[in-house]
């Protein structure tokens, strides 16, 4: 798919590069003969083809985000040695 791609980007660079170099072009219809032949349809087709695996990330991070890690009320128990004990008194 990429080498496709690449191929006609390189495509419309050479019809940009020979209307900015031919004696009735200009570099200014060349641009956008790049822009409008060459990156405007390659960065669409790109953002069509993406579209079931920006799907499926989308769905793969909800599902990660509904687990919930621990639903309980009470604190971590302290692991042996801690400086910092999980529950305090008031002073």
């Known amino acids: 798919m990429y080498l496709v791609l690449i191929a006609w980007l390189y495509v419309t660079l050479m019809m940009a ?10 570099v200014l219809g060349a641009f956008f003969t790049f822009i409008l032949y060459g990156v405007g349809p390659v960065s669409l087709l790109m953002y069509l083809l993406r ?3 920006r799907r499926k990330a989308l769905r793969a ?8 890690p621990d639903a309980g009320s009470h604190a971590a128990a302290a692991a042996e040695g801690d400086a910092v004990a999980p529950v305090r008194k008031e002073p």
Do not use: D, L, M, N
């Open 17 to 26: 590069v020979a209307e900015a170099t031919s004696s009735q072009g200009t």
């Open 61 to 68: 991070r909800e599902a990660a985000a509904s687990i919930e």
């Open 51 to 53: 579209t079931p695996a």
